[in-house]
């Protein structure tokens, strides 16, 4: 804290004799708190700088010789000139500065203090410091603030060529501190016949090897782009090994750019692309309204192609996207991939300058494959091996991952707000999170299966979740899914399965308020259903329309060892193809109007004012034999089993028993 002076002390002590309600502590503590808070807005906004000399140097560098060490603390003006420099010279910095000039080194070392804009080096020279701090009031040609598309694209330029510059003297980390200014990056540079626009060129390039490390206090901008532009990124890691981007925000242009009227959503720049990036960790980055998104992540070329370059190894590490339009993280080809610790924040919500573009999921993954003449595969693109845990998102305007299209997909112990889908993917696992909907997301799903029964979906996996909060927990149109383990509470729909084929669900523990477990107008093939436990608010079990057509006369379900708690109906009406053994049901089973249906060895089905079994309607192929019912609670007119069907012969009823409560 600073010392408060006389003058203040006078004036303080005259409002102690004429202010009546304060006292003289009092105001000095106020006083020393607004001291206080402008001492460390002044500590945020100072800059880097080693420079205290302001003596002339007294010496010229005319009679250095081979490998003797320089020492600056004073101001060598070189006035304009260019400087050869016997071998092995090295310079150490004190305290002074060196400028106006050029200095062509053969051998030898200099410290990256003393490396400016109005010095330039040539030749063969190291830093002495592999790890450069970079303090923008000495480079001149890097303009911060508000500033002219034409000056943010000379930033863009120049502050890629420090950055390899530090790299070719040996440099390996390359810090920011107080550092704002805008970019450029949505124009063509290219002087050649190509003149097509690549984002992660015309960004500016981290080189390999090499680390970005950006302190709270560096804010890299998004010059705003033209209504027209589609593509676009601040940073970018195009063809590197061994990249660090630490620290620091990446902020678009989402509100401050004009959206042509036609835009459907797909307007805008992201923040960063890692294209062709390997062994690339991206740590502590914070992501803030990027137009068309924040991370792109993708490779040059095609996989089937010879100038395909992969990209692998990458880590998404403790960052935050906030604000985001259209979506978080947008993964295309890649593989061994990890997306740890980030928050994600209103991805895809609309702001008061900019709706919130088409996607709206935080994390999309959507490799692109077509299919030749013949119908076999073409993986134009592929995204696997990729694990998406311990990450925290908040309000995205649809969802927080979509595997649209991927292998070996991960996404685990992560708290959700919203939901997940699983699309045309293999591998897949959806484990071990925590689905807490948000009012809005609680009109939906917190997790979809789906895929359209391709034939490149299978072995998918929804396990140890959660959930509470959503209309419908876990839905399926899919097949080959294993769902289990999942705890399902304060919802309309535990389980909902639609054109579901091959797939197994169990072990599920469902507390809702409406239907645990449904299936209408729909098929269900090849598919059980077992060691469940269900409290529902309005039907444990609820399958009508079901397997009731032409092509799916033949498909099968199976109910087996499932625990039905209070006193509810499961209901089948309509349906055909179910097998309903072992169970436990408090309440009763109304089947109506279905074929090929077996009711078989339930342990105990236990009706409250209903029947045990009510059969109504038309039936063919019905076997219900051996349950154990008790004796209905409520109305005489309940029975153990109501056989009202219309076709009595059609149904074989044996070895069951009605026993006293």
């Known amino acids: ?238 063809d590197a090994d061994n990249v660090t981007v630490s620290g620091g925000y990446l902020i678009g242009d989402r509100n401050d750019r004009i959206y042509a009227a036609d835009d459907v959503g797909l307007y805008g720049t992201h923040l960063m692309h890692i294209h062709s990036g390997r062994n690339v960790t991206i740590d502590g980055v914070n ?153 809005v997301a609680g009109e939906t799903f917190a997790i979809f299966a789906a895929g359209s029964h391709s034939d490149t979906v299978f072995d998918n996996e929804i396990s140890g979740n959660d959930i509470s909060g959503y209309a419908i927990g876990i839905a399926t149109d899919t097949n080959d899914i294993n769902v289990f383990n999942n705890n399902i509470t304060n919802g309309d729909i535990g389980l909902q399965l639609k054109d579901t084929s091959d797939s197994s669900f169990y072990n599920n523990t469902i507390n809702v308020n409406q239907t645990g477990i449904s299936a209408t107008n729909t098929f269900v093939n090849n598919t059980t259903i077992n060691d469940n436990t269900v409290t529902a608010g309005s039907f444990h079990l609820y399958l009508t329309g079901f397997n009731n057509s032409t092509e799916t006369n033949g498909y099968t379900i199976s109910l087996e060892r499932n625990k039905f708690l209070n006193s509810k109906k499961v209901t089948i009406n309509n349906a055909n193809g179910i097998t309903f053994r072992n169970n436990e049901v408090t309440g009763g089973i109304e089947l109506g109007t279905s074929s090929n249906i077996d009711i078989s060895s339930n342990t105990k089905i236990d009706p409250n004012d209903s029947d045990g079994i009510r059969l109504y309607g038309t039936h063919s192929s019905i076997s219900i034999t051996n349950n154990n019912i008790l004796e209905p609670s409520g109305a005489d007119r309940y029975n153990c089993i109501n056989n009202n069907s219309d076709t009595p012969n059609a149904i074989t009823l044996s070895g069951n028993t009605c026993g006293t409560r």
């Open 287 to 439: 992501f803030v309204e990027g137009s068309k998104g924040a991370l792109a992540i993708y490779s040059i070329g095609f996989r089937f192609n010879p100038d395909y370059i992969p990209t692998y190894g990458i880590n998404v590490i403790n960052c935050t996207f906030k604000d985001i339009r259209r979506m978080g993280i947008a993964l295309t080809d890649g593989s061994d991939i990890l997306i740890e610790g980030n928050t994600f924040t209103n991805v895809g919500q609309p702001m008061s300058g900019s709706d919130g573009g088409e996607v709206g999921y935080a994390i999309n993954i959507e490799a692109y494959r077509t299919r030749d003449a013949n119908g076999v595969l073409m993986e134009n693109e592929r995204a696997f091996d990729i694990l998406i845990t311990r990450n925290t998102e908040i309000n995205s305007r649809v969802g927080f991952t979509a595997a649209t299209i991927g292998q070996d997909i991960t996404v685990e112990d992560n708290d959700i707000e919203t939901r997940c889908i699983l699309s045309l993917a293999s591998g897949t696992k959806i484990i071990n999170n925590r689905f807490n909907a948000s009012a």
């Open 1 to 238: 804290m600073k010392k408060l002076p006389y003058c203040l002390l006078i004036l303080l002590t005259f409002c102690y004799f004429s202010c009546s309600n304060e006292s003289i502590e009092e105001i000095i503590a106020e006083e020393e708190e607004i001291i206080d808070e402008e001492d460390n807005n002044e500590e945020e906004e100072e800059e880097d700088t080693d420079i205290i000399s302001d003596t002339p140097c007294d010496f010229d560098l005319s009679n250095l010789t081979a490998n003797s060490t320089v020492v600056i603390d004073c101001l060598l003006d070189l006035e304009g000139q260019t400087i050869n420099l016997p071998a092995n010279v090295t310079f150490d910095f004190e305290g002074g500065d060196i400028f106006n000039g050029t200095l062509v080194f053969s051998g030898g070392y200099i410290d990256g203090r003393l490396l400016n804009s109005k010095l330039e080096t040539q030749g063969d020279v190291l830093l002495k410091d592999p790890t450069f701090k970079f303090t923008a009031s000495r480079w001149e040609n890097i303009v911060q603030g508000q500033t002219t598309s034409d000056i943010a694209l000379k930033n863009t330029a120049e502050f890629e060529r420090l950055m390899y510059s530090i790299k070719e003297m040996g440099g390996t980390t390359f810090e920011t501190n107080v550092f704002d200014a805008y970019f450029e990056t949505t124009k063509v540079t290219s002087t050649t016949s190509n003149q097509n626009f690549y984002a992660s060129v015309e960004a500016i390039n981290v080189p390999s090897n090499f680390h970005l490390k950006m302190s709270d206090n560096t804010k890299l901008r998004q010059y705003p782009a033209e209504s027209r532009i589609e593509n676009g990124a601040i940073l970018a890691i195009r």
